[in-house]
């Protein structure tokens, strides 16, 4: 996302004959509601990663699928699509691609504030 910088003027007298002008320009921060989005994304992300990584595992090394994770997998709004990925992918690459988007999940993405 491209932050938008704006530029101010300030205009102050420091005596009756002289006027200053000073001109910044400063990144606009993004809204609360954004990052709220932002966080509220990454958090569902990373819990998608998570349950799928763990479904493979199970029925990968356990043969069974434990019962709360069932149920979770059950109420996902996205669980045919999970469904294919779990079945579809070897595990050892569904590991990797989740340590990967996990990563993504956790960094930050700005330098300050």
Not at 23 to 48: N, W
Request: net charge positive; proline share 2%; with cysteine.
């Amino acid at each position: 996302m491209a932050e938008e910088t704006s530029e101010h003027l300030r205009v102050s007298s420091p005596s009756n004959t002289a006027v200053k002008y000073t001109i910044s320009s400063r990144t606009r921060k993004p809204t609360k509601v954004l990052v709220f989005l932002r966080h509220a994304f990454r958090l569902i992300v990373a819990f998608y990663t998570v349950l799928a990584t763990v479904t493979k595992l199970q029925l990968t090394f356990a043969s069974e699928v434990d019962a709360t994770v069932k149920t979770m997998l059950q109420m996902t709004l996205m669980s045919s699509i999970l469904g294919l990925i779990i079945q579809n992918v070897e595990w050892w690459v569904l590991c990797i691609t989740s340590l990967i988007t996990l990563y993504l999940c956790v960094k930050r993405d700005y330098t300050g504030w």
